[in-house]
T-cell receptor, first 111, second 115 residues
Framework: AQSVSQHNHHVILSEAASLELGCNYS??????LFWYVQYPGQHLQLLLK??????LVKGIKGFEAEFIKSKFSFNLRKPSVQWSDTAEYFC?????????FGQGTELSVKP | EPEVTQTPSHQVTQMGQEVILRCVPI?????FYWYRQILGQKVEFLVS????????KSEIFDDQFSVERPDGSNFTLKIRSTKLEDSAMYFC?????????????FGEGSWLTVV
């Protein structure tokens, strides 16, 4: 079975700082990878996904993620965070049609 | 944008009581899911449902749990006799298909507190 690890449980940044959230997965074959975000009081929303092609994936709100197969990683990045990016971020892998999630990373952005 | 909607947003129930969590998936979606997140833990898959039957379930989804699509629009999760450890956020989700690149859309969650 696949597993997903997010090493940062809580990240605190100031506005305009750069962001990188780590995500590693266990499976060595073909993977579909996702980043979801959950803003306070809202549902899980898809930020971006990778399933083939260009390993650098661009998503909504200026986020991007890079799939590095050799490192089993799919780290999420944003060059300059805003206070409105405060949320919980979940990395996930598709295993047979269902999602396997990481533990989530809580991002707090100070104005 | 179409959304998955869930009710109630928060329910408090006594241990041993039955709970039904309701969901309205996106209307043209064919696959339906329940996930849960115990406070401080990962979001965990519970069950998937397709063509009016369970297609996959996790080891968490024991005989206390059941799902139903009673009327072609609602998708419900029933917990027959709640336990303290059932306290969690329960997310309903739906998707058009299951293939590569498929996106699963989530509801806002139903927070269940068992006392």
């Amino acid at each position: 079975a696949q597993s997903v690890s997010q090493h940062n449980h809580h990240v605190i940044l100031s506005e305009a700082a750069s962001l990188e959230l780590g995500c590693n997965y266990s499976y060595g074959g073909t993977v579909n990878l996702f980043w979801y975000v959950q803003y306070p009081g809202q549902h899980l929303q898809l930020l971006l996904k990778y399933f083939s092609g260009d390993p650098l994936v661009k998503g909504i709100k200026g986020f991007e993620a890079e799939f590095i197969k050799s490192k089993f990683s799919f780290n999420l990045r944003k060059p300059s965070v805003q206070w409105s990016d405060t949320a919980e971020y979940f990395c996930a892998v598709n295993q047979g049609g269902k999602l396997i999630f990481g533990q989530g990373t809580e991002l707090s952005v100070k104005p | 944008e179409p959304e998955v909607t869930q009710t109630p947003s928060h329910q408090v129930t006594q241990m041993g009581q039955e709970v039904i969590l309701r969901c309205v998936p996106i209307s043209n979606h064919l696959y339906f899911y329940w996930y849960r997140q115990i406070l401080g833990q990962k979001v965990e898959f519970l069950v998937s449902f397709y063509n009016n039957e369970i297609s996959e379930k996790s080891e968490i989804f024991d005989d206390q749990f059941s799902v139903e699509r009673p009327d072609g629009s609602n998708f419900t999760l029933k917990i027959r006799s709640t336990k303290l450890e059932d306290s969690a956020m329960y997310f309903c989700a739906s998707s058009m298909n299951r293939g590569p690149g498929n996106t699963i859309y989530f509801g806002e969650g139903s927070w269940l507190t068992v006392v």
